[in-house]
């Protein structure tokens, strides 16, 4: 058995690389790299690597994870500008004994050490969309609340699995803010004894209820990933809302060590992607139906929107 899934249909290309992968008999922490790099490399996705949308001082800072389900080992960066893989440089990490958790300066000293590739990661359409955007707040400078992070868990034919993330983070974030993404319980948690969970969302809400490790700790209670997504989404959600009168958005999904899947989400149009031996690299759109985050495959025509607004010619106002 093998399988892959991961937030957003940003995924897709990268999904599609892991399948094969996998399918040769290809190790999940090569896979789950090679997957989340697709998304990093793409400039047209503006939440993730290159073309990720800036923070308030308009520079990119970006955060990322890699954790092995078989040794438990975990390697994350925080805030690191101008590196185009992060995913790679928080794997590297994981091997280490110690200092496996960079941020800043210090992540950028060990990636140029290390010979990772240096890259400018502001494109000129993050550049017009941080412009707009500031055009269009006129008192205070605001990060948007909700974010669209690629958090993926892998499972290889050899029963190990792994977990990544990466993303740029919260639109007109402070500089030197670190979301949930690279905080090991809460963007993302594996343990291949068990299974995996990543989130996307407002990482600051994720956080506060480790939603990941709560899944993994669900799954391996014997809960179906499905069942343990959805209760730890809607109890948490609900958490918030009684303590704080408001829940930010928050989306996960969820692999166990049979391969079997699950996601939810607390908002409407969280997309995923799934490839399994059974089933092609797949796009799904989340719904609710009460309680339960409900999915369908995404129709062609979602499909083609999808990519017609992401590429849409963009202005500076
Ligand atoms: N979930 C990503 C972030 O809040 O930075």
Known sequence: MYGIIATWRMALEGITKADEMLKNHGDAGDAIVEAVKAVEDFPYYKSVGYGGLPNEEMIVELDAAYMNGNTLSVGC??????????????????????????????????????????????????EIHYHNRLKEMTQEIKPYSGH???????????????????????????????????????????????????????GEDVMKGCVSYEIVRMMKEGMHPQAACEKAVNTFSKELIKRRGEAGDMSLIAMNNKGEWGCATNIEGFSFVVATPELEPTVFVVKHEGEHSVFEKASQEWLDDYMRTRTAPLVRK
């Open 148 to 202: 669209d992070t690629v958090g993926m868990v892998c499972l290889d034919e050899n029963a190990k699995m792994t977990s990544a993330t990466s993303t740029s983070g919260l639109f007109m974030k402070r500089s030197g803010r670190v979301g949930d993404s690279p905080v090991s319980g809460s963007g993302f948690y594996v343990d291949s004894e068990v299974g995996g969970a990543s989130a996307t969302g407002l």
């Open 77 to 126: 960066v925080g805030a690191i500008k101008d590196f185009a893989n992060p995913v790679e440089i928080a794997r590297k990490l994981s091997h280490e004994k110690v200092n496996n958790f960079l941020v800043g300066a210090g992540a950028e000293k060990y990636a140029s050490k290390n010979g990772f590739e240096r890259k400018n990661m502001l494109t000129e359409r993050a």
